[in-house]
């Protein structure tokens, strides 16, 4: 598992590789992975948008910048936790994927918080084609 705290905002990642999902002799590598975001702090807080950095074994980045997770935009309060499942394809048989969430409190201010860099790797012996 990876954790990240910031503005007493606790994110935790847990990536895991789907042999079913994946083709390695097509270069199809698939993984899911687990987020759990818990409010640590006071305030009340919404996760507005998302902004991954995802890297594939080449160094090869994709972004991707969109509104919410998983279609939602969760309200947490004091204590509160929001988990979510979501996938990722890569070329590679590995990669690492980073980013931040965009958060606003009720009394309307903004700030990221940090989503911790994790690690896709797949089965011993998976290969990319090239």
Known sequence: MYRAVTRNIEVTVSPRFLPDRSAPDKGHFFWAYTVEITNLGQKTVQLKTRHWHITDAQGRVQEVRGAGVVGEEPVLGPGESFEYTSGVPLPTSSGFMSGSYSMVT???????????????????GARTIN
């Open 106 to 124: 009720t009394d309307g201010e903004r700030f990221d918080i940090e989503v911790p860099a994790f690690s896709l790797d797949s089965a011993p």
